[in-house]
Nanobody, 129 residues
Framework: QVQLVESGGGLVQAGGSLRLSCAAS????????VGWFRQAPGKERELVAA????????YYADSVKGRFSISRDNAKNTVCLQMNNLKPEDTAVYYC??????????????????????WGQGTQVTVSS
């Protein structure tokens, strides 16, 4: 069973950047699609970005498109989220998780939070204005 640990959060001023890392242990993420999510106080958890296993497909929520970039380093068993031009509304706890679905099923349902498991503990991102 894989365990995911997020790191890289912190306090940054608006316009700044952070790079979040999701490190896997227990087994590799080979074959797994991975998503980055965030949850702000009083709001539902939302998918921010996702990356497939082998073909480089990526997804970004409209609110972060052009500012965030998701990538994976399979040799290091990590998935990163580069966040640029941060805004106060990006303030949230950020989580990574792997998909329970594979191949065509993942492409069909990847926007659904319910298809992900092995959630990390989260890392806090706070953007001050």
């Amino acid at each position: 069973q894989v365990q995911l640990v997020e790191s890289g959060g912190g306090l940054v001023q608006a316009g700044g950047s952070l790079r979040l890392s999701c490190a896997a242990s227990g087994r590799t993420l080979s074959g797994d699609a991975v998503g980055w999510f965030r949850q702000a106080p009083g709001k539902e958890r939302e998918l921010v970005a996702a990356i497939s296993w082998g073909d480089g497909f990526t997804y970004y929520a409209d609110s972060v498109k052009g500012r965030f970039s998701i990538s994976r380093d399979n040799a290091k068993n990590t998935v990163c989220l580069q966040m640029n031009n941060l805004k106060p509304e990006d303030t949230a706890v950020y989580y990574c998780a792997k998909s329970r679905l594979y191949d065509a099923n993942w492409y069909r349902y990847y926007r659904n939070t319910g298809v992900y498991d092995s959630w990390g503990q989260g890392t806090q991102v706070t953007v001050s204005s």
